[in-house]
């Protein structure tokens, strides 16, 4: 009341809010593995013999439990109001000065079947550059083996409207999930390709 500013109710109840605290433990360092050590992980260090510019990758949460009941909701069964309960711990995360905020977009069959994008969901209200469409793809990642992943085709094509922005820019990709890693160095490969002076990733989870 002292403070003369509109009261705002909590997203979580306390019990609710203690489960979604971010973890502390160590983390790969390049692409946010959350493992025993800080060391790069093996992933990394095969990502890092394939391709000439690393990729870093800030995770939020472990990809298990939890946070992957809360993307199953969010993502699969439509629960949309669920955005809102990571989205500030993910923005405060993809906020930098002088850089761009680039979301992975989704396949067109795979947004004609969800009616929304899970990463622009969480951007609601954040200025992000639209920089990349997805080609059509027959099957989503969830659905690919890991072989099928790491040597898949460029899925990624630059909205021509945003290149005058890249040219010479920071760039902070932003996707839910970092599984093998493909998804963000092909866009990452891409957006190097047309200009991009520097990339790093934010995901929700690893």
Known sequence: MLSFR??????????CERLFARPTGPQCPQCGRFQATTSRCRDCQEWNRREAVPLVNQALYPYHGLMQTYLERYKFQGDYALRSLVKAALVQACQREQELIVPVPLAPKQLALRKFNQVTGWLTDVAFVPALTAKPKLVSQHQQTRRQRLADWQPFALNPNTKAQLSGARVCLVDDVYTTGQTLHQAQRLLLAVGVRQVRSVTVAR
């Open 6 to 15: 509109p009261y705002q109710a909590p997203e979580l109840c306390a019990k």
